[in-house]
């Protein structure tokens, strides 16, 4: 299979659904996102869905990670807080755009492989994290920038643990099936601009460790 050629046409594919930024669209060009999920889909790496990743859980839509990424503006050698490391390509897209990562998973098993994974591939600016990510890292705290890839609530931890300036991006329960993205701009102590786009699918935010 041809990796690079059909990396190159899902990143044409994610333009055309309207991603524009130069920096996100390298690096989602660089990512091999076929060694993030297990090898027998293989080969649907670079469609544009969301794969099984084990025990339940779904490394995102590439179009997701890319709005997602758009929607986070990051920038070179900020500290970066991701709330469900999953497969760990998130992370690694935060990572290429020069971003030191702190992750948090709550599933020991793949907090386990995917850490292992990390430091085979290299991301020595990702840091990995078994514990329930909803009450943040206050030992870290605070975070440049916070993104969410798993659907609840807004927790007010992840506002807490956010600098003056800092965004948060995160998948909010709509109520319905389905989830809203949002983020949140700390402009001020207790003043935040939010911006919704809804019509998002996601796994859900647990509490809790297993
Ligand atoms: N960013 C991941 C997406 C994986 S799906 C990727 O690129 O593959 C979301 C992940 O969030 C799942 O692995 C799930 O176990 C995890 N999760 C859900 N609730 C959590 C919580 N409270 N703390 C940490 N991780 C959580």
Not at 129 to 157: C, H, K, M, N, W
């Amino acid at each position: 299979m041809d990796f690079e050629k059909q990396r190159k046409n899902l990143v044409s594919i994610i333009q055309s659904k309207g991603i524009s930024n130069e920096r996100v669209l390298e690096a989602m060009l660089a990512v091999e996102r076929h060694k993030f999920i297990p090898k027998a889909h293989w080969a649907e790496a670079y469609d544009d869905y969301p794969v099984p990743i084990g025990e339940g859980q779904t490394i995102s839509q590439p179009y997701t990670v890319a709005f997602m990424t758009e929607l986070l503006d990051v920038e070179t050698g900020q500290k970066v807080l991701e709330i469900g490391t999953g497969s760990g390509y998130q992370a690694a897209i935060l990572a290429c755009l020069g971003a030191q990562v702190f992750t948090i998973e709550r599933i020991y098993t793949l907090y386990q492989r995917t850490s292992k994974l990390l430091k085979e591939l290299g991301y020595q600016q990702i840091k990995t994290f078994y514990a329930d990510g909803t009450e943040g890292l206050p030992q870290y705290a605070p975070f440049d920038r916070i993104i969410v890839t798993a659907s609840g609530q807004l927790q007010q931890t992840f506002l807490d643990q956010l600098v003056v300036g800092g965004l948060l991006v995160a998948p909010i329960d709509d109520g319905g099936m389905g989830s809203t993205m949002t983020r949140i701009t700390k402009v001020a102590e207790n003043d935040y601009i939010t911006e919704r786009y809804p019509g998002f699918s996601f796994v859900p935010l647990v509490k809790g460790t297993r």
